[in-house]
């Protein structure tokens, strides 16, 4: 398969890539400028975990170019964030670590539990979460 003709991204990954760019698009302030670090490590983790760069270039609606630039390595994030991407509260996170399948974690800024972004993406692409446990995106059916 060549780049040109990639597979599409999972479900679960690709909403998380287009939460964390629609929350940049529409920021303001401070925020804009967590929401733009917090695209740049989904995308970083996406790319980490092997996913082609033109998959996720065509999931967001840029450029290849843009996807590779933006990219940034071994990122951190929030259980908050991991939560307003996912739909996924807090507790059931905090659960996935307890479970050890979100093994790695400290604590952050403001007292909240930080993850290895590429941790939150290997989780979302390799195991069926139970989709009750969402109120989110991700009550919409079985996975593909």
């Known amino acids: 398969m060549t780049a040109v003709e990639a597979a599409p ?14 929350a940049e698009l529409i920021a303001v302030g401070s925020g804009r400028r967590v929401a733009w670090r917090t695209t740049r490590q989904v995308l970083g983790a996406v790319l980490e975990a092997g996913y082609a760069t033109s998959a996720v270039a065509d999931c967001l609606r840029i450029s ?8 940034t390595a071994d990122g951190w994030l929030a259980d908050s964030t991991i939560s307003a991407l996912t739909g996924f509260s807090s507790e059931v996170i905090a659960g996935w670590h307890d479970l050890g399948l979100l093994p790695t974690r400290r604590l952050g800024p403001g007292g909240r539990f930080h993850y290895p972004a590429a941790d939150v993406v290997d989780l979302l692409a390799s195991v069926r979460l139970n989709p009750t446990i969402s109120r989110h995106r991700f009550r919409r059916g079985p996975e593909t």
Not at 9 to 22: C, N, Y
């Open 9 to 22: 991204l999972p479900p679960r990954i690709a909403t998380l890539l287009q939460e964390a760019h629609a």
């Open 64 to 71: 290849a170019g843009e996807v590779r630039a933006r990219a």
